[in-house]
Structure formats: C-alpha cells, structure tokens
C-alpha cells in the first residue's frame, strides 16, 4: 500500500462547481497534513496546513479523519483559476523532517 | 520574510557532464533543506535531506550528491551525469519545528528543469 494515494483524475468540472478530493494514508501515527497546488511545470506552493479536525480558507476546506486516515480538499464555487494538480502530504513517523507527497489529482474547471 | 532561491532555471547537459545545482535560503536560519526530483507527470521524489550544516541524509541510491557548506545554502551534484538523471530539481526548505513539535510545511524554490542529451 503506498504511504500516500490520491486519485490522480482529471477532475472535469465547469466553474462554479463544488468539488472534493480525497487522499488516503497508511501510517496512523502521521500527524502533520497539507494540501499544496501545482501548476504544469511549476513549483508546489502551500494550500492549506491541516492540523486538527480541519479548517477553512475561503473557498476551500480541508478536513482530517484519523479514524479512517483520509483527509479532504473541497473547492467551492470553482474558478478558471483552480485548474492544477493537488497534491496530499503527510509527514512520515520514522523520521520527523520528511514529507510523504501523493501523486497528486488534477482538477480541470471549464468555462 | 523567507525566501528561496534556486538556480538555474534550465539546464541542457551532455550525458557524462558533471552538474552542480545550488539554492539558498534567505530570512532564517538553521532552516531543514531538501533536493525533489519530479518526473514528468510523476510525483515528487526525494533525494536528499538535510537538518543542519554538513549532515546530509540520502534517501536512493543514485549518481547524485548533495553538500551543505554553509547554512543556509544547499548544492546538488553529479560527477557524470546518465539519461536516467532528467527531470524537474527542486529545493524546499522548512523550519526545524512548529508548535508542538509538528511537522512544519515545506517551502519550494522555483525548480531546475534539466534535460539531458
């Protein structure tokens, strides 16, 4: 079983949608959880820290379920701009300075 | 406010050139730093990391080399570089820790895309 798994999609959405991403992790001892965005041949960049049961930031909420060891990333009211790969990290429990990254899933909003 | 430099952006290589990938950190100190490797259409890859000046910890077996020679500067190396070594190089870098000793994100620069030929 992979440390992290995403469903690498492509999400097809139009804009103004609400949409969901999953992401599954292995070690039930992680507790450091992130959403980050790339774009196609750029840099991650942070989205969103999840810490706790989950929190918001405008448009976006990101949601943790130890019990099920999954976190979510919901976009709502969708924008042309939300178009990229997201990415789920975890940290990894053997050693506390590496993040496991997911593949990523890529989100496509139409007009 | 911290900030990330890597360079160059882009980089063509002959196979069997060496390479030497450098990034700084600005705005902190004692930051934990790491060298990615993307494929393309593939996820991140570690290569290496490292929690202080001179400690490097590899993470695959692999032609690369990482170095730290000051603090806040962290170099990526090939005596000869192979077919297998494209790829998109990322640095990032981290606080040591956050609140309660979690994990704290992590910060990239803006990638090296190296082509090999």
């Known amino acids: 079983r992979k440390e992290v798994e995403q469903d690498p999609g492509p999400f097809n959405v139009p804009e103004g949608a609400t949409v969901a991403f999953n992401c599954t992790y292995s070690n039930s001892a992680s507790q450091s959880f992130f959403w980050y965005r790339q774009d196609c041949r750029k840099e991650p960049k942070l989205l969103m820290s999840?810490?706790?049961s989950g929190n918001e930031d405008g448009r976006f909420t990101a949601q943790l379920n130890r019990a099920s060891q999954y976190i979510s990333l919901l976009i709502r009211d969708s924008k042309l701009s939300d178009s990229a790969t997201y990415l789920c990290?975890?940290?990894?429990?053997?050693?506390?300075?590496?993040?496991?990254f997911g593949s990523g899933t890529r989100l496509l909003v139409r007009p | 406010s911290q900030t990330i430099h890597q360079w160059p952006a882009t980089l063509v290589q002959p196979v069997g050139s060496p390479l030497s990938l450098e990034c700084t950190v600005e705005?902190?100190?004692?930051?934990?730093l790491y060298w990615y490797r993307q494929a393309a259409g593939r996820g991140l890859q570690l290569l290496f990391y490292s929690v202080g000046i001179g400690q490097i910890s590899s993470e695959v077996p692999q032609n690369l080399s990482a170095s730290r020679p000051q603090d806040r500067q962290f170099i990526l190396s090939s005596k000869k570089l192979l077919l297998s070594d494209s790829g998109f190089y990322l640095c990032?870098?981290?606080?040591?820790?956050?609140?309660?000793?979690?994990?704290?994100?992590?910060?990239f620069g803006d990638g090296t895309r190296l082509s090999i030929l």
């Open positions: 705005g902190t100190s004692n930051p934990n």
């Open positions: 990032a870098w981290s606080p040591a820790w956050g609140d309660r000793g979690l994990n704290q994100p992590q910060h």
């Open positions: 999840v810490y706790s």
């Open positions: 990290v975890v940290n990894m429990m053997d050693s506390s300075y590496k993040l496991i």
